[in-house]
């Protein structure tokens, strides 16, 4: 993103969150290279602002709901109900009944399709559900393990073959197993083994509607990038040899970090600077408070006994995740600590990192902010002032 136009929004904004139109844009042509002829469907829970949605939904993805809100926000956003998707646990029959027709929901354990059947019989209404599998393969070709999401493999076959649920017919899968995965070969694996899945559904069922592979398509953090040409040129031959045996099935891919992470800016101002015993510190406003994820990760790097723990999304990506960026290239270089306004020690987003020296007023960007980020922070503790989102659409408009 220009930065003279984010110096230009700073004199009007104290912290704010900006996504680059132009970003998402890109990202999402990306996808559409890497999964021609699939079905993208934009993961709403890792950023839901209003222009991020339409910026998805305008260039044809679907959504990934994971709330009857969720849904309704895809709706209000234009989307139609055979483009909506609503997979998550724990959905209560209020969640069910409120989304009946106005999407499609994927039931997330048998004892949800039971209960899904029952609503539906009592309204005596028909619809067609999907089911998220546990299934018997990993990431990782490990064991397969147990798992609070979904249904494991052997009981939705089991199921299938001896329960008939008269409302509720089960016409699409779901698999989801990982998020943030840089390696493309391990990707396309796991694709391959999804899509045996559903060749063992449609044997047994017959040709599903629908195939949803899930995500795992990580966003390019500390250096470690997916190589999408490798990806591409895997999925291609897999998904169409899917494709030629079912081809009114259709294949599904989700992402929400990969469309949205790059794209996001996070700017706080410097409110104050001082010395403490020979260590410099820079006091930003907003940053545990409204972009909770860098303190959390300095926290974690801090305590953790590994140099390199392994990552647990959305709320750690692991130490690099974030870049500081001081944005005065002119000027001599200075070891600062980067902290927060709030009034916690936990509030350090960067111990002891040399950056151009700040001065009260000016600004410090972290970048890598459009995903999990405003929407996994408190925003409201201790009455500090919340941080804004900023649309920077295609035309140069702020939304
Ligand atoms: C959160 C989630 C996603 C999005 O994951 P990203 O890593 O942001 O692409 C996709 N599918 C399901 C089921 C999810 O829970």
Same mark, same amino acid.
């Given at each position: 993103m220009d930065i003279n136009r984010i110096k230009a929004i700073a004199r009007e904004h104290e912290s704010f969150y900006v996504y680059d139109e132009n970003r998402i844009e890109n990202n999402i042509s990306a996808l559409k290279r890497c999964f021609a002829g699939a079905d993208i469907l934009y993961s709403i829970k890792c950023n839901p602002n209003k222009g991020v949605l339409k910026a998805a939904f305008s260039?044809?993805?679907?959504?990934?709901?994971?709330?009857?809100?969720?849904?309704?926000?895809?709706?209000?956003?234009?989307?139609?109900?055979?483009?909506?998707?609503?997979?998550?646990?724990?959905?209560?029959?209020?969640?069910?009944?409120?989304?009946?027709?106005?999407?499609?929901?994927?039931?997330?354990?048998?004892s949800e399709v039971r209960r899904i059947d029952e609503l539906l019989t009592e309204r005596n209404e028909r619809a067609d559900i999907g089911i998220r599998i546990n299934p018997n393969f990993s990431f990782d070709s490990s064991a397969p393990a147990p798992s609070k999401f979904g249904a494991d493999e052997n009981a939705v076959f089991d199921f299938m073959r001896h329960n008939a649920c008269n409302h509720a017919r089960i016409k699409g899968i779901h698999v989801h197993l990982k998020s943030q995965e840089t390696n493309a070969e391990a990707l396309a694996g796991y694709h391959k083994n999804v899509l045996n899945l559903a060749e063992r559904f449609a044997d047994e069922f017959g040709e599903p509607d629908f195939v949803n592979m899930g995500s795992g398509i990580g966003a390019s953090l500390g250096g470690s990038a997916l190589d999408m040409d490798l990806l591409g040129a895997a999925a291609k031959e897999s998904f169409s040899r899917f494709r030629q045996k079912h081809p009114s099935t259709r294949l599904m891919v989700e992402s929400g970090r990969y469309i949205v992470c790059s794209a996001g800016t996070y700017v706080a101002h410097v409110a104050d600077k001082k010395v403490s015993l020979g260590k410099t510190y820079v006091i930003l406003t907003?940053?545990?408070?409204?972009?909770?994820?860098? %303190?959390?990760?300095?926290?974690?790097?801090?305590? #953790?006994?590994?140099?390199?723990?392994?990552?647990?999304?959305?709320?750690? /990506? +692991?130490?690099?995740?974030?870049?500081?960026?001081?944005?005065?290239?002119?000027?001599?270089?200075?070891?600062?600590?980067?902290?927060?306004?709030?009034?916690?020690?936990?509030?350090?987003?960067?111990?002891?990192?040399?950056?151009?020296?700040?001065?009260?007023?000016?600004?410090?960007?972290?970048?890598?902010?459009?995903?999990? %980020?405003?929407?996994?922070?408190?925003?409201?503790? #201790?009455?500090?002032?919340?941080?804004?989102?900023?649309?920077?659409?295609? /035309? +140069?408009?702020?939304?």
């Amino acid at each position: 993103m220009d930065i003279n136009r984010i110096k230009a929004i700073a004199r009007e904004h104290e912290s704010f969150y900006v996504y680059d139109e132009n970003r998402i844009e890109n990202n999402i042509s990306a996808l559409k290279r890497c999964f021609a002829g699939a079905d993208i469907l934009y993961s709403i829970k890792c950023n839901p602002n209003k222009g991020v949605l339409k910026a998805a939904f305008s260039r044809g993805l679907g959504a990934d709901a994971a709330s009857a809100g969720e849904v309704e926000a895809a709706l209000d956003a234009g989307l139609e109900p055979e483009n909506i998707f609503y997979s998550s646990p724990g959905k209560t029959d209020e969640d069910i009944l409120s989304v009946l027709r106005r999407c499609t929901i994927i039931a997330d354990s048998l004892s949800e399709v039971r209960r899904i059947d029952e609503l539906l019989t009592e309204r005596n209404e028909r619809a067609d559900i999907g089911i998220r599998i546990n299934p018997n393969f990993s990431f990782d070709s490990s064991a397969p393990a147990p798992s609070k999401f979904g249904a494991d493999e052997n009981a939705v076959f089991d199921f299938m073959r001896h329960n008939a649920c008269n409302h509720a017919r089960i016409k699409g899968i779901h698999v989801h197993l990982k998020s943030q995965e840089t390696n493309a070969e391990a990707l396309a694996g796991y694709h391959k083994n999804v899509l045996n899945l559903a060749e063992r559904f449609a044997d047994e069922f017959g040709e599903p509607d629908f195939v949803n592979m899930g995500s795992g398509i990580g966003a390019s953090l500390g250096g470690s990038a997916l190589d999408m040409d490798l990806l591409g040129a895997a999925a291609k031959e897999s998904f169409s040899r899917f494709r030629q045996k079912h081809p009114s099935t259709r294949l599904m891919v989700e992402s929400g970090r990969y469309i949205v992470c790059s794209a996001g800016t996070y700017v706080a101002h410097v409110a104050d600077k001082k010395v403490s015993l020979g260590k410099t510190y820079v006091i930003l406003t907003g940053t545990l408070n409204a972009f909770l994820r860098p %303190a959390l990760a300095r926290l974690i790097m801090k305590y #953790s006994i590994s140099a390199n723990p392994a990552g647990s999304e959305p709320l750690f /990506s +692991g130490a690099d995740a974030f870049e500081f960026i001081a944005p005065y290239d002119d000027r001599p270089i200075e070891t600062v600590t980067l902290a927060g306004n709030v009034c916690t020690a936990c509030d350090i987003v960067a111990e002891d990192i040399e950056l151009p020296r700040l001065e009260r007023g000016d600004i410090v960007l972290i970048s890598n902010a459009g995903s999990y %980020a405003a929407v996994l922070s408190p925003n409201q503790f #201790s009455f500090q002032r919340k941080a804004e989102e900023l649309f920077l659409s295609k /035309s +140069g408009n702020i939304e």
